[in-house]
């Protein structure tokens, strides 16, 4: 049976498999290095599409009121970018939890515009797509573009990568870490050398933002002992406060999910370099094609 267009898009959720900060500009944000990775977990939206000129959330998040919900801001940017008449109903199945350094926010409004882009066939490209999500966030970029990245500045610039595709389980502690935060402590290290990919590869990065979440929040401190003493290396997700462990096979990261203690939450996913969302938007162009 063919999937309805305006049903089950995904949003998945992305890792920075290391972060490091190299600098400050004059506005306050902070120059990244990072490499980001999709995984094959994450929220799902559908779409109601309206003849009426209305945007408008069919979910309620917490803490977020409707108008800032970034989903319905995405929306309405790519209708007033664009001129289109009509309007959409939008619901997020959320999976991924908020402030957890996995972009759920970000890959919602990414999804927004891909999807909406294709169904009201407003025929715009990945690059202007990808301009109008850094107005909404710097993370929205990268799952616009949908290839695992190597990421300069505030993570616009961005080079397509294909580290290892492993399976990790990411843990979340049961705390929720404020960016902003995060980014105005004075301990924080913000003069990172530049480092080429090749360093990465080589496993020299790490993510900065560790040590100040760690000392700040001693939960996600826990949750990364309790990973590496599973025997495995571990890391924290942007500014946290989710944690990841990476594992050979899926049976053994699925394994250590069943021991995770109590308070905390986890789920096993695959590395993917290719966003399953640009998936999606393919098996529907491909359908259209086929009909025309
Ligand atoms: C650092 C990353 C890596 O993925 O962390 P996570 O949010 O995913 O954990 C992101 O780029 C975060 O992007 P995003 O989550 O969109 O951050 P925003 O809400 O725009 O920023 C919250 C606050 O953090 C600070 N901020 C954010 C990004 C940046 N490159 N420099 C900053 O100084 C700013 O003070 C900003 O007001
Ligand atoms: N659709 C949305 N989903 C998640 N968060 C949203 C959404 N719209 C606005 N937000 C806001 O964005 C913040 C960051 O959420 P999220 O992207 O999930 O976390 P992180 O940036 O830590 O990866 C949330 O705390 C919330 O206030």
Sequence with gaps: MQQDPCMGWPAPAKLNLFLHITGRRPDGYHELQSV????????????????EDRVCAEHALDGVDH???????????????????????IRVHKRLPMGGGLGGGSSDAATVLVALNALWETGLDDDALADMGLTLGADVPVFVRGHAAWAEGVGERLAPVSPPEPWYLVVHPGVMVPTGAIFTDPGLTRDCPPIKIADFLAGRAGNVCEPVVCRRF????????????????????????????IFETEEVARAARDCLPGGWTGFVARGCNQSPLHRRRAQLQAVTASQE
């Design 218 to 245: 001693p939960e996600v401190a826990k949750a990364l002992e309790w990973l590496q003493r599973q025997g495995v290396t571990a890391r924290m997700t942007g500014t946290g406060s989710c944690v990841f462990g």
């Design 67 to 89: 108008d800032d919900d970034l989903t319905v801001r995405a929306a309405r940017a790519l209708k007033a970018a664009t001129g289109h008449p009509g309007g959409v109903a």
């Design 36 to 51: 980001f990775q999709f995984l094959s977990h994450g929220d799902t939206l559908d779409f109601r599409l309206l003849d």
